[in-house]
């Protein structure tokens, strides 16, 4: 069974474009999971690109330098394989695009339908759809409307944007106006800083079904203006898991097509969880799963997808396990 791997930063989808250390980080450390695991379960026969400004892998692996177009050159990639995985951010259409262009030429696709991608991708229009549900949203508004309420400041980010890619925290009613100012007409929204426990869940999804894999602590720092995700505490807070699993049912069932491993951010505040966005992709918190858990996480996704059946998670051996950023 031949796989190809695709990661969209150290994979040469920057080409020609700068390479943000921070995200050749992040990318690496999944690659670098999902390569191990496959391996240690058997799968050997593996495709990757590389871009030619990163290393290449010690790994006995086809590794292929992009040259020219995604476009031109990914398809083929696609076609030669029997599994095809997916790693890039949601910004500017990106993972949904590619998502179309790996379901067109592709075997099996491990990854979303490009329909609930784009819903994710927007934070605006993911909390439209959750408020509307009633479920839990952080505040999401453009700069052109009314400013949320807020005693304890606000994060201005990209609707579409990744991480802390951007993102921006103002406590001074002034220097919002500037930055509101300076980015009206740019694709960015608002929210409320929320004072609370910072926490993601990691999700395994197949045809409207969900396994919830992971409570995650999230250690956020604010430092002058800008925001950095610095480690993740991957099953720290196990307590929060069925608060968590009734959430990601409902969330499941209000957005339908996602398919294989979800990331879901969240923020705990006065005994309540609000959803801040959904990451309909594989994040961070993957690499540190198979350890927590004491399985094989990348396989347990693999098989989801090849015998159309999710598998059963035990949560109550989890150990934490925590990721530097």
Known sequence: MHHFLFEFITGGGLSGQALPETLIREGEIMMQTLLAELFESGYSDITLTRDDRINSYDNNVEQ?????????????????????????????DCLASLAELFIEHGKIFIGSNPDAIRIATSKLLTSKILAEANINIVDTRTLSG???????????????GVGGESCCFINNKNRLSEIISENINGNFVVQPYIEGKHMSMSLLVFDNDVRLLACN?????????????????????????????????????????????????????????????????????????????????????????????????????????????
């Open 146 to 160: 009314e400013i949320p309420a807020s005693q304890t400041g606000w994060i201005i980010k990209p609707d579409d």
């Open 64 to 92: 292929h330098i992009i040259q020219r177009s995604l476009e031109v050159e990914l398809p083929e990639l696609i076609k030669k394989s029997d599994i095809s995985w997916l790693i890039a951010p949601e910004t500017g």
């Open 217 to 325: 602590q999230q250690y956020i720092t604010v430092k002058e203006e800008t925001v950095s995700l610095t480690a993740i505490g991957v099953n720290e807070c196990l307590i929060f898991k069925n608060e968590m699993m009734e959430l990601a049912i409902k969330i499941v069932s209000k957005i339908p097509g996602f398919a294989g491993y979800i990331g879901i951010d969240l923020i705990e505040s006065e005994s309540e969880l609000f959803v801040l966005e959904i990451n309909p992709r594989f994040t961070t918190a993957y690499a540190g799963l198979s350890d927590s858990l004491g399985c094989n996480i990348t396989e347990k996704i693999l098989d989801t997808f090849l015998n159309k059946k999710l598998p059963d998670i035990n949560l109550a051996a989890a150990v934490p396990i925590r990721i530097n950023v």
